[in-house]
């Protein structure tokens, strides 16, 4: 069985001949950030009723991004947010009330407000 010719390590500079992306020396690092507690509800994503039924349903229902939709801009929805964060509760979760299309410029300004919005609480309650 032929194999794959070895190439030059993808880190910028390292010569170092590998059969497919980084040597050892330079391979990326584990990059989920998640919490700890988000980790424990992450399952939930990978259910049949997220899959098959939730995610697809709410995208048809609703095709373009509530957020763009707002200021006028028509683009088409490739995410499915939970208005109000779900933080492990099935019920919340799987509440078709409470989700909203966005593309994914708008859901990761989103995101990114509500981890800041999270962690300045946190900041606060350890400095009393």
Do not use: I
Request: proline fraction near 5%; charged fraction near 35%; charge should be positive.
């Amino acid at each position: 069985m032929a194999q794959k010719p070895l190439r030059p390590c993808r880190h910028p500079g390292c010569t170092a001949l590998v059969s497919g992306g980084y040597c050892e020396a330079h391979k990326p690092k584990d990059r989920d950030r998640r919490s700890a507690e988000a980790k424990s509800w992450h399952w939930m994503y990978l259910t049949l009723e997220w899959t098959d039924d939730l995610r697809p349903t709410q995208l048809l229902r609703e095709p373009f991004c509530r957020e763009c939709a707002k200021d006028g801009r028509r683009t088409r929805a490739t995410e499915v947010d939970h208005v109000q964060p779900h933080r492990g509760d099935w019920t919340v979760f799987t509440d078709r009330s409470n989700l909203q299309s966005l593309c994914h410029s708008c859901h990761s300004r989103k995101t990114l407000a509500e981890m800041r919005e999270k962690n300045a609480a946190l900041r606060s309650r350890y400095r009393r």
